[in-house]
């Protein structure tokens, strides 16, 4: 989940923006692991998926070498950091939850614009690059749930998450292909429409359509 290498107009946000991402998807990681009674390792290994899956996954569909988030260690000490106070405090961070929905909402935009950036980046047509933008965003929450045994929340619970990454991917990508602004315009527009609709979903409880039973 780690930003565009040599991308000036994104580098600006590494790491402290990145690195909060990280532990934000590892709270929720961690967590999900507490609820569940998990011991220190299960709590560990679904803060670390949670934090860093997506971005791990995009990285291995790119075939571009080792995935980044493996070659900084601050990425997998965020990783932890996030299933210590987790494990300790998991009370205490259930009791922050609006503020980590906050977080959350503007980390699920900001991994999405990254992830279709660096798609397009290694050469992606623009399908392709909005698709990796929404997997960087919602792989590690998918992995989380496979690992900790239960139905992805994304299939199911109806919140708009995906569809809100999937529509803000597609802005992204088609701002910056039709060159009528630049990519950091076209990146913090898509961004703050993320944060918005997101926020907006959380608010009036806004769902995903399902089919008629």
Known sequence: MTLVPHAPHVAAVQPVIDLAAVLVGGFSGSLLAARKQFDVVGV????????????IIRDVLLGQ?????????????AGLVAALVGFYKSADIARIGRVLTVVDAATLGIYTVVGALKALYAGLSPVSAAFLGIVTAVGGGVLRDLLAG????????????????????????????????????????????????????????????????
């Open 150 to 213: 239960d139905t992805p929340g994304l299939f199911h619970n109806g919140e708009l998450y995906a569809v809100v990454s999937a529509l803000g991917s597609a802005l992204f990508v088609a701002l910056r292909e039709s060159q009528l602004v630049s990519s950091t315009v076209a990146g913090a527009t898509a961004i703050v429409v993320m944060f918005v609709l997101r926020l907006l979903a959380v608010q009036f409880g806004w769902s995903a359509p399902r089919p008629k039973p």
């Open 65 to 77: 070498g080792p995935p980044a988030a493996l070659q900084d260690s601050r990425y997998l000490l």
């Open 44 to 55: 560990a290994t679904l803060a670390i998926v949670a934090g860093l899956g997506g971005g």
